[in-house]
């Protein structure tokens, strides 16, 4: 693994008791990224959404019900102990998806890839997306296209990359006017800031003055019950998805309700309760 | 017409019935090969395939035309390497059906990857850590040296070992085969393997991943394993049909219950590894993650238990019994229900750590996704089958391919 004090760990929180599912998020994503149309989106597993939001219930019946909107970007794995070997970057044969270990982002190279759709088959959050057709927008809206992203061609995947292209435009800002770093407020994605119920924030794990980092409290430490698992958060409300796995991702959830919580990940019969106030090794100090 | 073609000695159909064959079988090819086209023009859209289904009938071709044609590493191993003498009499045939085998599944790669003009990358642009990587580089110099492997057999044929050169070519190929034999060993041992490696290194989906021996999941090996404990199964196999059709018998029987019997004991062995394998991810791996072995076969229209019943006990116990034992290895009937079973069986397995990883849902809101291959899918999964048929034919035809075939069809002479 490489160790950079200075390196980045681009992350994101999503409060899902915030969350109105109202997909301003992936809409403002679509836009961001260029992402294309197809003439029929009535087929939904081939349409491309970046940024996915599910519609989870507890499975009770009314007055019982409760729902909740769970917004999916790519989770920027870090991979098993987070050394970087994310579910997709391991398998891809060409180098086409990459880990950043300065940002914690997982990229995708649209010109390397040459689409085996292995990295699809190998993430379990179905967060990665194939080009089936030509990239098409409705007449006129071509104009509209973002300058800073490059629309895929056909045959190849596609993601979220926490919107690079802004990151990079954040970064030559500072270095015009001299600066070291870049502040928390100039690196937001599309999705971030879009989002009218400010569910998502956004920002440096590694950073203690960011946000994200304040509401995830990630503990660097291996979790003592999983040693594939690392920078589980010490917050008892916040979980990520198929944790158990190994994953590390990068996105953190956060909700008040159990329920919630238990959904974003697999428990046998009566695991839940030994687990559910286990937060890593803080909880064991 | 054809007869300067033709082995000497051998009796062959008239060409007219052998060309309206091939054109039959040629016409089903001739569709496959514009569904090809199709993929390859207008894209991956012709497909039924979708963003869950990025592993789909193909990849399960592919698996399992390879895994089948593991025929020929295994046999050539035993013939060149262990010195197993008897198995001359049916290399060549193995060889061919291998040479098939990869062949198609090289140009199945080539239809089911989304820029087939950029398929070169994965060699350019190699990453090391790729499963999939150690498969292109294994399975384009295994490609190679099957063909090296089939060259003197074509050069036996009649009129081109008239040419002195090709003679001597043809035998001297043939003095250093061993070196080839080991060689593809080799290099099937690793391209089975990590296709095997392929799924189980998937630590994002519980029903494939399995814990190994430093990088190599413990699929790695049972696809070695498997390869080469089915693939005699389907040399076997083919043969059969080939005399069924041909109407003679072409390999001795001493030579088909050996094959059989090598391939009883590698069934039988690969398969209580692979009960454990089952066992052990099923009480360990799976639980450790979260899942009940359950999840993986209900809820759900098409995968049960049963798939689990057909590929380990009916296809995997069953056939490897009937070949260990010497009366039910020794009946026609019963090895060939044995022989049918262990083809069914790898395919089978092929399919369940292709499509149906796949279709199992992880994330617990998730839910499982079934898929049917578009008819452009079948018609491209299906010209492999009518193009290994019309070169067996060809190759039955007009090159020596079972040296026992002119001792074993003398001309009857009337006492």
């Given at each position: 693994?490489?160790?950079?004090?200075?390196?980045?760990?681009?992350?994101?929180?999503?409060?899902?008791?915030?969350?109105?599912?109202?997909?301003?998020?992936?809409?403002?994503?679509?836009?961001?990224?260029?992402?294309?149309?197809?003439?029929?989106?009535?087929?939904?597993?081939?349409?491309?959404?970046?940024?996915?939001?599910?519609?989870?219930?507890?499975?009770?019946?009314?007055?019982?019900?409760?729902?909740?909107?769970?917004?999916?970007?790519?989770?920027?794995?870090?991979?098993?102990?987070?050394?970087g070997h994310s579910?997709c970057v391991s398998?891809c044969?060409a180098t086409a998806t990459d880990y950043g270990y300065?940002t914690?982002i997982v990229s995708q190279i649209?010109?390397r890839?040459?689409?085996?759709?292995?990295?699809?088959?190998?993430?379990?959050?179905?967060?990665?997306?194939?080009?089936?057709?030509?990239?098409?927008?409705?007449?006129?809206?071509?104009?509209?296209?973002?300058?800073?992203?490059?629309?895929?061609?056909?045959?190849?995947?596609?993601?979220?990359?926490?919107?690079?292209?802004?990151?990079?435009?954040?970064?030559?800002?500072?270095?015009?006017?001299?600066?070291?770093?870049?502040?928390?407020?100039?690196?937001?994605?599309?999705?971030?800031?879009?989002?009218?119920?400010?569910?998502?924030?956004?920002?440096?794990?590694?950073?203690?003055?960011?946000?994200?980092?304040?509401?995830?409290?990630?503990?660097?430490?291996?979790?003592?019950?999983?040693?594939?698992?690392?920078?589980?958060?010490?917050?008892?409300?916040?979980?990520?998805?198929?944790?158990?796995?190994?994953?590390?991702?990068?996105?953190?959830?956060?909700?008040?309700?159990?329920?919630?919580?238990?959904?974003?990940?697999?428990?046998?019969?009566?695991?839940?309760?030994?687990?559910?106030?286990?937060?890593?090794?803080?909880?064991?100090? | 017409?054809?007869?300067?073609?033709?082995?000497?000695?051998?009796?062959?159909?008239?060409?007219?019935?052998?060309?309206?064959?091939?054109?039959?079988?040629?016409?089903?090819?001739?569709?496959?090969?514009?569904?090809?086209?199709?993929?390859?023009?207008?894209?991956?859209?012709?497909?039924?395939?979708?963003?869950?289904?990025?592993?789909?009938?193909?990849?399960?071709?592919?698996?399992?035309?390879?895994?089948?044609?593991?025929?020929?590493?295994?046999?050539?191993?035993?013939?060149?390497?262990?010195?197993?003498?008897?198995?001359?009499?049916?290399?060549?045939?193995?060889?061919?059906?291998?040479?098939?085998?990869?062949?198609?599944?090289?140009?199945?790669?080539?239809?089911?990857?989304?820029?087939?003009?950029?398929?070169?990358?994965?060699?350019?642009h190699?990453n090391?850590h790729?499963?999939?990587?150690?498969?292109?580089?294994?399975?384009?110099?295994?490609?190679?040296?099957?063909?090296?492997?089939?060259?003197?057999?074509?050069?036996?044929?009649?009129?081109?070992?008239?040419?002195?050169?090709?003679?001597?070519?043809?035998?001297?190929?043939?003095?250093?085969?061993?070196?080839?034999?080991?060689?593809?060993?080799?290099?099937?041992?690793?391209?089975?393997?990590?296709?095997?490696?392929?799924?189980?290194?998937?630590?994002?989906?519980?029903?494939?991943?399995?814990?190994?021996?430093?990088?190599?999941?413990?699929?790695?090996?049972?696809?070695?394993?498997?390869?080469?404990?089915?693939?005699?199964?389907?040399?076997?196999?083919?043969?059969?049909?080939?005399?069924?059709?041909?109407?003679?018998?072409?390999?001795?029987?001493?030579?088909?219950?050996?094959?059989?019997?090598?391939?009883?004991?590698?069934?039988?062995?690969?398969?209580?590894?692979?009960?454990?394998?089952?066992?052990?991810?099923?009480?360990?791996?799976?639980?450790?993650?979260?899942?009940?072995?359950?999840?993986?076969?209900?809820?759900?229209?098409?995968?049960?238990?049963?798939?689990?019943?057909?590929?380990?006990?009916?296809?995997?116990?069953?056939?490897?019994?009937?070949?260990?034992?010497?009366?039910?290895?020794?009946?026609?009937?019963?090895?060939?229900?044995?022989?049918?079973?262990?083809?069914?069986?790898?395919?089978?397995?092929?399919?369940?750590?292709?499509?149906?990883?796949?279709?199992?849902?992880?994330?617990?809101?998730?839910?499982?996704?079934?898929?049917?291959?578009?008819?452009?899918?079948?018609?491209?999964?299906?010209?492999?089958?009518?193009?290994?048929?019309?070169?067996?034919?060809?190759?039955?035809?007009?090159?020596?391919?079972?040296?026992?075939?002119?001792?074993?069809?003398?001309?009857?002479?009337?006492?």
């Open positions: 693994m490489i160790q950079d004090k200075k390196a980045h760990k681009f992350g994101m929180v999503i409060d899902l008791d915030k969350c109105t599912g109202c997909g301003s998020c992936m809409v403002s994503c679509m836009s961001e990224n260029n992402v294309p149309f197809k003439e029929d989106e009535s087929r939904k597993k081939d349409s491309i959404t970046w940024m996915r939001v599910y519609k989870l219930t507890n499975g009770k019946s009314f007055p019982d019900t409760q729902v909740v909107y769970m917004p999916r970007p790519c989770q920027h794995c870090s991979g098993k102990g987070g050394h579910p398998v044969p300065d914690g649209y010109t890839c040459f689409g085996c759709r292995y990295c699809m088959g190998a993430c379990p959050y179905h967060a990665r997306y194939f080009n089936w057709w030509d990239p098409k927008w409705p007449e006129g809206m071509e104009n509209y296209l973002s300058p800073n992203v490059s629309p895929r061609m056909r045959g190849v995947v596609e993601k979220c990359s926490f919107c690079y292209h802004r990151y990079q435009l954040a970064r030559e800002k500072a270095y015009g006017e001299g600066r070291d770093g870049i502040e928390e407020s100039e690196y937001q994605t599309a999705c971030t800031t879009a989002c009218p119920a400010g569910a998502i924030v956004f920002g440096d794990l590694n950073d203690p003055s960011h946000m994200v980092h304040q509401i995830v409290k990630p503990d660097p430490h291996p979790d003592p019950m999983n040693k594939y698992v690392v920078d589980k958060s010490r917050n008892p409300k916040v979980f990520r998805l198929l944790e158990r796995l190994g994953t590390n991702t990068k996105i953190y959830y956060l909700s008040e309700r159990e329920w919630v919580r238990k959904a974003g990940d697999n428990y046998l019969d009566g695991e839940w309760d030994k687990v559910k106030n286990h937060h890593g090794s803080s909880s064991h100090e | 017409m054809d007869s300067a073609l033709i082995p000497e000695g051998a009796d062959r159909c008239s060409f007219p019935k052998f060309a309206i064959g091939i054109s039959i079988v040629g016409a089903v090819a001739l569709w496959g090969v514009y569904a090809m086209f199709l993929c390859w023009f207008k894209g991956l859209n012709q497909t039924n395939m979708n963003d869950y289904y990025g592993f789909a009938l193909w990849i399960w071709a592919d698996l399992a035309v390879i895994a089948v044609g593991g025929g020929a590493f295994f046999t050539g191993l035993l013939k060149y390497i262990f010195k197993v003498d008897e198995l001359k009499n049916i290399i060549n045939f193995a060889v061919i059906i291998g040479f098939i085998c990869y062949s198609s599944a090289l140009l199945i790669l080539a239809i089911d990857i989304g820029q087939p003009l950029r398929g070169w990358f994965i060699f350019w190699a090391v790729s499963m999939l990587t150690e498969v292109a580089f294994c399975l384009s110099c295994y490609f190679a040296v099957l063909t090296i492997e089939f060259i003197p057999n074509i050069l036996e044929n009649r009129q081109a070992n008239k040419v002195p050169f090709f003679h001597h070519l043809a035998h001297n190929m043939h003095g250093v085969m061993a070196i080839f034999a080991a060689t593809g060993a080799f290099l099937s041992f690793f391209h089975q393997g990590s296709l095997g490696g392929v799924a189980g290194v998937m630590y994002g989906r519980p029903f494939a991943v399995r814990e190994g021996l430093l990088i190599w999941p413990w699929t790695f090996f049972l696809f070695t394993w498997s390869a080469a404990a089915f693939g005699p199964c389907f040399t076997l196999m083919v043969t059969k049909i080939t005399e069924v059709i041909t109407g003679k018998k072409l390999v001795k029987d001493n030579v088909v219950h050996l094959l059989a019997k090598i391939s009883g004991w590698m069934i039988t062995t690969y398969i209580i590894a692979k009960i454990i394998d089952t066992i052990y991810w099923a009480m360990v791996t799976a639980p450790s993650l979260g899942f009940k072995m359950s999840h993986f076969y209900t809820n759900n229209s098409f995968y049960g238990y049963w798939i689990l019943v057909t590929e380990i006990v009916i296809c995997g116990v069953l056939p490897g019994f009937l070949l260990l034992n010497k009366s039910t290895r020794e009946n026609p009937t019963t090895r060939l229900i044995a022989i049918v079973l262990g083809v069914i069986g790898v395919c089978l397995n092929r399919w369940v750590m292709v499509l149906q990883i796949m279709a199992v849902p992880v994330m617990s809101f998730d839910t499982w996704a079934l898929y049917i291959p578009s008819w452009q899918e079948v018609a491209t999964t299906v010209l492999p089958v009518a193009y290994g048929i019309i070169l067996i034919a060809i190759t039955y035809r007009y090159l020596p391919v079972f040296p026992q075939e002119r001792e074993l069809n003398q001309p009857r002479v009337d006492q």
